[in-house]
Nanobody, 124 residues
Framework: VQLVESGGGLVQPGGSLRLSCVVS????????ITWLRQAPGKEREGLACIKMSGSGRETKNSVLDRFIISKDSAKNSVYLQMNNLRPDDTAVYSC??????????????????WGQGTQVTVSS
């Protein structure tokens, strides 16, 4: 499974961005995709996860009112819509694959595939 993120960039506080994660390779065996982020000097945190088959999803409580994870199965893509962005949302955002959703899992070894990451900077 190969993952490629896009959609990051510079946005002003209060703005929105939609990140995309395109899944390729052995897409038949793709189970769940998780969005995680890591800010400089901070630990990586899981934000949201979605099952590629079915309707299951999980979102971190602290971003539940601003971030929405969704998918387009026909395009093998997962999205993270981020609204009302704040400076503390500045981080490298990555998507990753694992068998089951579990946003509490943030270690590199908890996921079998990772994208390269996309930078999100929230600043005026």
């Amino acid at each position: 499974v190969q993952l490629v993120e896009s959609g990051g960039g510079l946005v002003q506080p209060g703005g929105s961005l939609r990140l995309s994660c395109v899944v390729s390779g052995a897409t038949v065996g793709v189970n769940t995709i998780t969005w995680l982020r890591q800010a400089p000097g901070k630990e990586r945190e899981g934000l949201a996860c979605i099952k590629m088959s079915g309707s299951g999803r999980e979102t971190k409580n602290s971003v539940l009112d601003r971030f929405i994870i969704s998918k387009d199965s026909a395009k093998n893509s997962v999205y993270l819509q981020m609204n009302n962005l704040r400076p503390d949302d500045t981080a490298v955002y990555s998507c990753a694959h694992r068998v089951r959703c579990g946003i509490g899992f943030t270690g590199q070894h908890h996921y079998d595939s990772w994208g390269q990451g996309t930078q999100v900077t929230v600043s005026s």
